[in-house]
C-alpha cells in the first residue's frame, strides 16, 4: 500500500479503492486455501519428504511475482487489473512456500520441549526478519520510491531464495515411523480437525483477532506518520525498530512461557 500512495502511479480515490477491496478479497482467499494446501502437502510423497517441494516451488514463483509487482507499472486502470492477477497468484505462490516451511517445524522433532525451542528459535529469527526488511524499505524508498522498491524487491528475492536454499539443502525432514500417519488426509477431514476441535478453535480466534489487530496498527501506523509527520524514514525508522524490538524480546520467552 505505501508503494501505491508514494511511487506517483496517480490512481483516483475509485482505484484505489478497487484495489483496497482486492486487497480484503485475497486475505480471505488466503484463508480457504491454506486448509487446501494443508491436504495437498500431507498427501505428498516425494524422495526428498512431502515438504520441500513445496517450498522449492513456492519460493520460486513467489520470487517472480515479487519481481513482476515492483517493477512493471501499468497505468490507470490497466494496474488495478495487474494488480488483482499479480496479487492472487502472489498469495496462491507464498502459500505454496509458507504452508509447507511452518509444517514442517512440528516434525523435526517428538518432543515437545525441543519443538518449543526450535518453535521460538524460528520465531524469532523470523521476526527479525521481518522488522529488519520493514526498517531497510521504510529507510531507503524515501525521495525515489519506484527505484527503492525495484532495487530492494531484486535484493529480497536473492536473499529469499538463499534462505530457502539454507532450508531444503540444511534441514533434514525426519521419516514417519508411525504407519498411521500416512494415511491419505482429505480436504474435508482439514476442515473438519478445525471444526470439531474446540481448543483449536478458541486458538483460531485468537489468530484471527492478532491479525486483524496487527493489520490495522500496521496500516494506520505508516499512514499516521506519513500524513503526520510526512515521509520520512527516519521517523518511521524508529516506530519499526520500537515495536520490532518488543516483539522479539516477548518472542524469545515463548519456550519458557510454554513450559
Known sequence: MTYIQFSGLGLTPGQFSAISIILVLGRIW?????????????NTKTKIGK??????IGAVLTSITVLLMFNLRPSGTGFVIFFAIIYFVWE?????????????????SRTKKKRDEIASM????AAVGAF??????SFFTVGNAVQGYRIISITFVLFFLLCTALTVFGVKEPR?????????????????????????LWVTLALFLYTVGSGILVALGY?????????????????VATFG???????????????
Open 245 to 259: 524490538v518488543v516483539t522479539i524480546l516477548v518472542q524469545s520467552f515463548y519456550a519458557m512461557l510454554a513450559k
Open 176 to 200: 514417519n515411523i508411525n504407519p498411521h500417519e500416512e494415511e491419505k488426509v482429505t480436504l474435508k477431514q482439514m476442515y473438519l480437525s478445525i471444526k470439531n476441535n474446540d481448543q483449536l
Open 92 to 108: 496462491i505462490a507464498w502459500t505454496l512456500n509458507d504452508i509447507p516451511y511452518w509444517s514442517l517445524l512440528p516434525n523435526l
Open 51 to 56: 515438504f520441500k517441494p513445496w517450498i522449492i
Open 132 to 137: 529488519a526488511a520493514n526498517a531497510i524499505v
Open 30 to 42: 488466503d484463508g480457504i486455501n491454506d486448509p487446501i494446501m494443508g491436504s495437498i502437502v500431507e
Open 223 to 239: 499512514n499516521f506518520f506519513y500524513i503526520e509527520l510526512g515521509y520520512d524514514g527516519s521517523m518511521v525508522l524508529i516506530f
Open 122 to 125: 524460528v520465531v524469532v529469527f
